[in-house]
């Protein structure tokens, strides 16, 4: 349960938080209740279709999984929902300015206050772009939390067993815990209404789908990296919930302005009506304050050392002993025919392991590859519950598709089988050798 939490949770959170963020500063066509219906119809608009989408690529992933790479799709999207990020900020800190010039010029507090409900020339843009930016933040994180639950669920597992039971218990509560820090991230940009903890939460979103991209770039050899600049990408890559923290440092901070300003409500009035005010406005602030650190803490917690715990290091199988004949590495069929995952090794003329993994998908049909892809390298494959897992990202393969070029899938090799064995060609491993010598 634990697991399906942290996973979820580390997947969905910082496009929460964002989302939530993105909905406080969607402004409003004007005061009273049509004014409001406006910013609400958009608001709806982005979440059906960011949801809308999700379904529908999980659908196709699960029904033909072979007509869609996740590289592709990333390739279009990722950009797309940087620059609508973007721009989004940019239109709020020229609406900002322009809901200034006209207030009243010796009203300070006010003036400091971004204010959604007072109409300006080009809200309609700043709802459109919000909307459109909140579909497609959704669309980058949903789907990856939905494989989630199709793979957890897939495999012939026994829904009512205690560990699916669990695992449903525990993705559940992941989607309950972040859709309450979206609104918690709503609610505190509300109380210290201004924009900066929404740029920041933002700024950090774009940073990650920037990196995803790079990655992206870099898998396809559309751009060369060197080997510091990559280093660093790897690793924000790889420990990316250092955003999510960034996000949620940022909200803490309002935290701690909303429980400060707890304290210096006067709790003593003119008279009684006064006085219980206050008292009522300061205990509202501090719930708000503790809620929020609440909530903010289960979702460090989860997104740390839950995952930590989820995914602890993972020692692959050892190879598996192979034959050499004439220019082939040879492997007997009946060694390889049971439906589980297969590891073997070859040492190249220049002394570089290159690593293979071969899997029965169903007869003779056999999915086999480098135990390395082009996203994440050579970290390598496991199996796990029937599955087969990337070591690196964790991601499920799809068996059916092992042999196939694309996404996280393993990198496809020429192989033959023929008389009880399975060859392949000693001239393909020795020109795979510099993917694992890296």
Known sequence: MLQQMS?????????????????????????????????????????A??????????IINVEAPKSVNRQTVGLYT???????????????ALRSRRVRSLLPTGDAEA?????????????ALVRLVGALFIAFALFRSVPTALNQAVMMLSGGVEIYSTQAVLAIVGYGLAWVLVCFLAWVSYRLCAWNNRVWPAACILCSLVLNHSLLFVRILKAKRWITVSKGAWNTISWFINNEAVFTIVAALALGVVVALTWHASRSIPTVGANPAEGRLGRARSRLYKSMAGTAAVGYLCGALLITVGVAIGSQEVELSAPEAHSVVDDQVSVNLADISDGHLHRFEYTTSTGVKVRFIVIQKSGSSFGVGLDACEICGPTGYYEKDGK?????????????TIGFKGGCNPIPIEYKVSNGTLTVPISVLEASAPIFAK
């Open 78 to 92: 990722l950009p797309i929902a940087v620059v609508l990020a973007l721009i989004f900020l940019s239109l709020l």
């Open 49 to 58: 279709a960011g949801a809308i989408a999700s379904v529908a690529l999980t």
């Open 388 to 400: 087969v897992i990337c070591k690196l990202c964790e991601v499920a393969m799809n068996i059916a």
């Open 111 to 123: 003036r400091a206050q971004f204010s959604t409900e007072t109409p300006v020339p080009g809200d």
């Open 7 to 47: 996973e979820a949770t580390l997947t969905l959170l910082l496009t929460m938080l964002a989302v939530g963020a993105a909905i406080r500063f969607m402004p409003a066509a004007g005061h009273g209740r049509r004014g409001k219906k406006a910013r609400q119809l958009a608001v709806w608009f982005g979440i």
